[in-house]
Structures are given as structure tokens and as C-alpha cells.
């Protein structure tokens, strides 16, 4: 190839190549063209968006689109097309039964406002380059705003204590009737409730924030009674039962014996444990409804105390306790007789000091019924048929003593007479036992003798010496008076003979009379 060849070939690439620059030019300079006239575009539709009171394309809330809606008419669009598929009731659920309530009343209010403005400012947050590259990504990224729920903890505390008003429950025991034919029914227990308020709180707030919970466990803690059905279910016969009388009338003592047996009523006795009067019953004072009535003070002297007749219940129980098997462990006598119980069977007691105490020896519990009625105080002792035992109770040397006498001067009394000042009590003995068939023989399980001093009869005896009268002076007599004999009665008769005169003689003292007996009163 020779030198004019070559010389066209590189005249020919300079002209391709000049010309391919002209194209690229004008590419680049249309590319830019373009690109300024997009800017200027994309840079009047950001801005003119940023002022504008739409919200930006592909938002939604709560899945409901709201794009190109103002905050108003979003708002409006979630009260319309999203509330009313939420839960119109939260369900408060606890052990054994639930609430509903609706979320207002729990202090919950939807921020729908909120969430509208909230969505309004996709796109609007941050500098000019913010705006562009939100409004780039809306084309292909939603963007998905969610509504809070805003809790007024002052009116879900105040929400809160109602509820706890109805969770909240006592335990309650297992309890054992009786009927009229003396067939034993138990009555199933209940399980106590307590709900917890600052953590049932915690559980309701983050329920109701996520707005779409229907609902809720409420914090409760189960309180378990001390006696179930299940402890129970040997109670199937009434072991022994046992009834006193008393006056009805005796308005304080009566008070005292009902308040003292409803303090008994449904005791269960565990087997082995010992019950007590004084420490079931408590204080006999006032403030617990206690009044005064007669008791046997010093010297079995009555006088007025609170819980007079106590000792009644006592007795009485003491008296369903011993047909019932119990083993005795501290019974007292009284220090003069009562009339409510066979003499030797009496029980007394003093708070703080005299107990009347029983031990249940027998394999199953043991439950305490006692009722008043009318003018009869009852207990009755409910026990399992395999603990029942045929029983006897007997007594001997039973007996009674008369008053005894005791005299007090009395210097404001006569001497030579002597009055009864205060009636005494008769006293008595007896010893009485417990008779246990145990395989088919009869076997003492239980004695104890009884002795109840008398009282006296107390007498005034007159100490005062008695006046001596004076001698009254004699008229002189006249001379015709003093020769004439004493003149005759208007019968008359003549005149009677003078007595010789003897000095005065005392009465003779009558014999004493015995002391009314007086019955005995039924006290402590």
C-alpha cells in the first residue's frame, strides 16, 4: 500500500471519530438537558408537594390506605373503615370466670388524629434531598403507619379497683349440714381470689396498646380455704349431740351464750388436735358484744361479769364431747351446783384461767355444729361412721348437803333475836364415768368426781341491850279511900284477892327455824 493509501485511511478514522464525538456531545448534552429539566421537575413537584396538605402516594394506616387525603379526611377515613373492625369488648380473664369491658372504660382512647398527621409527614421530614429520595422509594417501599392507643392510668386505677371488687374472694370452707333427719350433707369449699393490681395494670396497658387484643389475663393469686370437700368426705354421721335449756328472759345471758356458740359453730378438729372453749370463743368483753350476767364468784357468792353463762356452753359441749368419744383433757367443776346439767357433769370456764379442752383421738375430723333455739342450746358432733362408739355415761354416790349456819352479831339488833340475813345453797357430790364398748366389752374411758360445798345460812344475831322501863309514882291515897276496900267491876262481882307480885320473867326464845332452801341459780 503506498503513501496516499495511508493518507486516506487516517483521514477516514479522524472524520469517524470526530463525528462520534459530535454524537456523544449532543447525547450528553441532551442527557443533561434531560436531566436538569427532570431536577427542575422532580425539584417543583417535591416542593410543591412539602407545602401541599395531601399525604404522600403508598401510605397507609392500620392498612387502610389514606394516600393523597388530608390529616381530616384520613382521620374521618380510619373512624370509618378501621374502627369498626376492632374488638368491641377486651375479655379480662381470671381463674374460674372473665369480664368484658369495653377499652373506653379502661381509660383507652385511639390517637387516630395522630396516626393521620403522623402519616401526612412521610416525606416532609428532613432537608430538600430527604424529601426527594422519600418521594422515590414511595414508588416501590409503602410505607405503613400504625394508630396508638393513649391509656388514662387514672381512670384505669380507678377501672381497676371495680374489677378486683368482683375477682376478689375469701376463701371459703367446706361445711358440713345437718338435717332434720339427721342426714349430713357437705357443702363444697371455695377457692379465695386476690388480684394483683399493679401487674394485672401492666397486663391491661400493653393489651390495649396492641388495639387489636380481645383479651386479657388479669394477675390472680388462688387462696386455698383450710378445708376442702375432699378433707371432709368421712363426715357422714352425727357422733353424739346434746341439748340444755335455759330462760330466755335472762336477755344479757342469753346474748352471751349465742355470741359464744356461733364462735364454736363449724370448728373442725383435726384428728389429734385438742380443741379449746377459751381460745376458740376469745375474751368475753364489750367491744365483742359480751354483757354481764350472774356468774359464781368467791365462795360460789353470784355476781355480775361479762360472758355470765358461758359455763353452759361449755357444759353442753362438754356433754356432746364425752357421748362422742373425745378425750378428755381438762374439765373443771363449778364451785357450787348448776341446774342445767346432771350434777358431775358440769364444765367451767374462766378466760385466762379455767379451760375446758378436748383431745380428738379418733382417725377422722371431727366438726362442731351448735345452734340456739327457743330456750335449748345444742351441739352435735359430725364424725365418720367407722369412728362411731356405742356409749354410755353413769354416775354414783351421787348426793346432796344442806346449808350450813353461820351467825353475825349485829349491834343495832335487840338482843335475844336473831334473823336471817341471806339465804344459802345446797351443796352435793357425785362421780360420773364414761363407758366405751370396745370389742363388745365395756371399758371405762373417762371418770372424774365432783364435790360442791354448800353455803350458809347467814343470821343477824341481836347484840343491843334493851332499855329497862321506869317506875311510874303512886297517888297518895284519902282516908275514906285508904278504910274502903277496892271498889267492884260493874258485874258486881267482889272484890278479887291480892296477889303477891313476882319479879318479871323473860320470854322464853322460840326454837330456830330452819332456813328457807333456796333453788340454785344457773350461772357461768
Not at 104 to 126: C, H, I, N, Q
Not at 281 to 291: A, H, I, M, N, S
Not at 312 to 338: C, D, I, K, P, Y
Request: proline share 7%.
Amino acid at each position: 500500500m503506498n503513501a496516499a493509501d495511508n493518507t486516506a485511511k487516517k483521514t477516514s478514522r479522524v472524520r469517524v471519530a470526530t463525528r462520534w464525538r459530535r454524537i456523544v456531545g449532543v447525547l450528553a448534552l441532551a442527557v443533561v438537558l434531560l436531566l436538569a429539566g427532570t431536577g427542575v421537575a422532580l425539584t417543583l413537584v417535591t416542593k410543591g408537594f412539602v407545602e401541599g396538605e395531601k399525604i404522600a402516594r403508598n401510605v397507609t394506616i392500620e392498612g387502610v390506605p389514606v394516600a393523597g387525603q388530608t390529616v381530616a379526611e384520613a382521620s374521618a377515613t380510619l373512624e370509618r373503615e378501621w374502627v369498626p373492625r376492632l374488638p368491641k369488648e377486651l375479655q379480662l380473664e381470671y381463674p374460674g370466670g372473665s369480664l368484658k369491658l369495653p377499652p373506653s372504660k379502661l381509660g383507652a382512647t385511639l390517637e387516630l388524629d395522630r396516626a393521620a398527621a403522623s402519616a401526612y409527614r412521610v416525606g416532609r421530614e428532613g432537608g430538600f434531598l430527604d424529601h426527594v429520595v422519600t418521594q422515590i422509594r414511595l414508588r416501590s417501599h409503602p410505607v405503613e403507619v400504625e394508630v396508638e392507643c393513649r391509656v388514662d392510668e387514672e381512670a384505669l386505677d380507678s377501672a381497676l379497683a371495680d374489677i378486683a371488687g368482683q375477682v376478689n374472694k375469701k376463701p371459703k370452707n367446706a361445711e358440713v349440714e345437718v338435717t332434720d333427719d339427721e342426714d349430713v350433707i357437705v357443702k363444697p369449699h371455695i377457692v379465695g381470689l386476690v388480684m394483683n393490681l399493679e401487674k394485672s395494670k401492666t397486663a391491661l396497658i400493653d393489651g390495649l396498646k396492641s388495639v387489636e387484643t380481645r383479651d386479657v389475663k388479669l394477675v390472680v393469686t388462688e387462696q386455698q380455704p383450710d378445708i376442702k370437700a375432699d378433707d371432709l368426705r368421712h363426715l357422714d354421721t352425727v357422733l353424739a349431740s346434746y341439748t340444755t335449756s335455759f330462760n330466755p328472759g335472762q336477755e344479757g345471758r342469753t346474748q352471751n351464750l349465742r355470741l359464744a356458740t356461733v364462735a364454736i359453730n363449724k370448728t373442725v378438729v383435726m384428728p389429734g388436735d385438742t380443741f379449746s372453749v377459751n381460745d376458740t370463743v376469745g375474751e368475753r368483753t364489750p367491744d365483742r358484744g359480751y354483757r354481764t350476767a350472774p356468774i359464781f364468784g368467791e365462795g360460789g357468792n353470784l355476781r355480775d361479769d361479762y360472758g355470765g353463762g358461758l359455763c353452759q356452753v361449755a357444759s353442753t359441749l362438754f356433754g356432746a364431747a364425752l357421748r362422742a368419744n373425745m378425750r378428755v383433757v381438762e374439765r373443771s367443776q363449778h364451785n357450787r351446783m348448776v341446774t342445767y346439767v346432771p350434777l358431775g357433769l358440769d364444765a367451767m370456764v374462766s378466760y385466762g384461767n379455767i379451760d375446758m379442752r378436748f383431745r380428738n383421738s379418733l382417725e377422722h375430723p371431727v366438726l362442731i355444729l351448735g345452734y340456739v333455739s327457743g330456750d335449748e342450746l345444742t351441739f352435735r358432733l359430725i364424725g365418720s361412721k367407722s369412728d362411731k362408739a356405742e356409749i354410755k355415761i353413769e354416775r354414783s354416790g351421787v348426793g346432796t348437803l344442806g346449808p350450813t349456819t353461820k351467825e353475825i352479831k349485829d349491834p343495832d339488833l335487840e338482843e335475844g333475836k336473831r334473823v336471817l340475813d341471806k339465804p344459802g345453797w345446797s351443796g352435793g357430790y357425785a362421780t360420773a364415768w364414761r363407758m366405751t364398748k370396745v370389742d363388745g366389752k365395756w371399758v371405762k374411758t373417762w371418770s372424774d368426781s365432783s364435790h360442791y360445798n354448800p353455803g350458809p345460812n347467814i343470821y343477824k344475831v341481836g347484840t343491843k341491850k334493851k332499855d329497862k322501863p321506869k317506875d311510874k309514882p303512886k297517888p297518895a291515897p284519902d282516908d275514906e279511900d285508904a278504910k274502903q276496900p277496892a271498889s267492884a267491876d260493874a258485874d258486881d262481882e267482889p272484890p278479887a284477892r291480892p296477889r303477891p307480885r313476882t319479879p318479871d320473867k323473860p320470854a322464853p326464845r322460840q326454837p330456830d327455824k330452819p332456813a328457807p332452801r333456796v333453788p340454785t341459780v344457773p350461772s357461768g
